[in-house]
T-cell receptor, first 113, second 115 residues
Framework: DTAVSQTPKYLVTQMGNDKSIKCEQN?????MYWYKQDSKKFLKIMFS???????INETVPNRFSPKSPDKAHLNLHINSLELGDSAVYFC????????????FGPGTRLTVL | AQSVTQPDIHITVSEGASLELRCNYS??????LFWYVQSPGQGLQLLLK??????LVQGIKGFEAEFKRSQSSFNLRKPSVHWSDAAEYFC?????????????FGSGTRLQVQP
């Protein structure tokens, strides 16, 4: 019954590896997001998809590539992982425009060694 | 560009005491305003939101917030804090009519509750 789910919850990997994080929402929302929370708890938007179309792409290295196979899924693939990529990545979803509540997933803690 | 400031990084209150967490935003027009709470190891949960109308909004868990346009503030309050309120609190701004559906977050305030 989880509204927004992410897998895996923890991800530990070596520098240079490629990894993916998956996100699924069962709320029927039309917009999904990826946020990054750094070690100081600062949250920043990375990407936003509306009906499978990319609408926000912040200043994120092109090693990060989101993919939305359908409205309910938004995956994040990261190539050539770097130490600075270590963070907690949150997926979120919402229905409608700017005034809509965003529902957040539990987060994926990525540790790059 | 819009920004959100939470001046207090860390606040400690005694259980049963009142609480006020500060939030200031910088934006040319009235934004949509949110308060989220993050418990340790958890995702973010919406406490309350302001879009328009009554400037005092009620949220879940006994929280309320007041929008003050003249001060560009949206402070979060609770009259009596419970130990379970210990968490990280984030103020966030959503922009009107821009098509930009992402939130801009403040840096968070960590609340510690003493017995």
């Amino acid at each position: 019954d989880t509204a927004v789910s992410q897998t895996p919850k923890y991800l530990v990997t070596q520098m240079g590896n490629d990894k993916s994080i998956k996100c699924e929402q069962n709320l029927g929302h039309d917009t999904m997001y990826w946020y990054k929370q750094d070690s100081k708890k600062f949250l920043k938007i990375m990407f936003s998809y509306n009906n499978k179309e990319l609408i926000i792409n912040e200043t994120v290295p092109n090693r990060f590539s989101p993919k939305s196979p359908d409205k309910a899924h938004l995956n994040l693939h990261i190539n050539s992982l770097e130490l600075g990529d270590s963070a907690v990545y949150f997926c979120a979803s919402s229905q409608g425009g700017e005034r809509s509540e965003q529902f957040f997933g539990p987060g994926t803690r990525l540790t790059v060694l | 560009a819009q920004s959100v400031t939470q001046p207090d990084i860390h606040i400690t209150v005694s259980e049963g005491a009142s609480l006020e967490l500060r939030c200031n935003y910088s934006y040319g027009a009235t934004p949509y305003l949110f308060w989220y709470v993050q418990s340790p190891g958890q995702g973010l949960q919406l406490l309350l939101k302001y879009f328009s109308g009554d400037t005092l909004v009620q949220g879940i868990k006994g929280f309320e917030a007041e929008f003050k346009r003249s001060q560009s503030s949206f402070n979060l309050r609770k009259p009596s804090v419970h130990w379970s309120d210990a968490a990280e609190y984030f103020c966030a701004v959503g922009l009107m009519d821009t098509g930009r559906r992402a939130l801009t977050f403040g840096s968070g305030t960590r609340l510690q509750v003493q017995p």
